[in-house]
């Protein structure tokens, strides 16, 4: 029972989130959505915040289980577009919001997977240090991250696909020539 009503409770809030600003959302709100009491809700959840760090946790988790290897950034980042176009608003309405650190914080960790697995993955033929990945992964990492929150910030408008399938097409040249460079530098 437990499971259905702590579904219950996330569409709710998420369909809410769609509807209204975070701040314009109360427990009252999201129980009277989803029909059950409080402390049904306060069973599963401290409160709203909790709430919302829980999914936006759960999302992430998707995205990293759907994609255990990563040879295509284009992939990993259409899964993750796509799921914030579907709820542009919610978003929106979290990014807009005193909560939009349970959204960088989330979206950070999982730009750090994801691109950690595809440095992995494409340059897996080469030998490197673990301070050279390290390196490549929080550079590219912050790219990724950064790209994404301007283009939350500027409202989701623009195609952001476009020019990230651009980019990911020269990515692999880019990261094998530059960890060229550097073999030739520690020889």
Same mark, same amino acid.
């Given at each position: 029972?437990?499971?259905? =009503? ?7 809030? !998420? ?9 314009? !959302? ?13 402390? +049904? ?5 401290? $409160?709203?915040? =909790?709430?919302?760090? =829980? ?9 990293? @289980? ?5 040879? &295509?950034?284009? &992939?990993?980042?259409?899964?993750? !577009? &796509? #799921? ?35 440095? $992995? =993955?494409?340059? +897996? ?6 301070? $050279? ?7 590219? %990492? ?24 651009? #980019? ?13 460079? @550097?073999? +030739?530098?520690? %020889?």
């Amino acid at each position: 029972m437990a499971n259905f =009503t702590e579904k219950a409770i996330k569409e709710s809030f !998420i369909k809410l989130l769609n509807e209204r600003p975070l701040d314009k !959302i109360t427990v009252k709100d999201i129980v009277e959505d989803c029909g059950i009491n409080r402390n +049904s809700f306060y069973y599963h959840y401290q $409160d709203v915040p =909790t709430l919302l760090g =829980t999914i936006v946790r759960e999302q992430s988790e998707v995205v990293i @289980t759907e994609y255990p290897t990563v040879d &295509s950034l284009e &992939s990993a980042m259409e899964a993750i !577009i &796509s #799921f914030a176009i579907k709820n542009k608003n919610a978003v929106l309405h979290i990014f807009n919001s005193i909560s939009r650190d349970i959204l960088e914080k989330n979206l950070s960790d999982l730009c750090e997977d994801v691109i950690g697995k595809y440095v $992995d =993955t494409i340059i +897996s033929d080469l030998k490197y240090s673990d301070d $050279d990945r390290r390196i490549i992964v929080g550079f590219l %990492k912050c790219e990724f991250f950064g790209v994404t929150v301007d283009w939350i910030n500027g409202g989701m408008k623009e195609d952001l696909m476009k020019d990230s399938r651009r #980019f990911f097409e020269m990515m692999p040249a880019l990261l094998k020539g530059a960890l060229k460079i @550097t073999e +030739s530098i520690n %020889k």
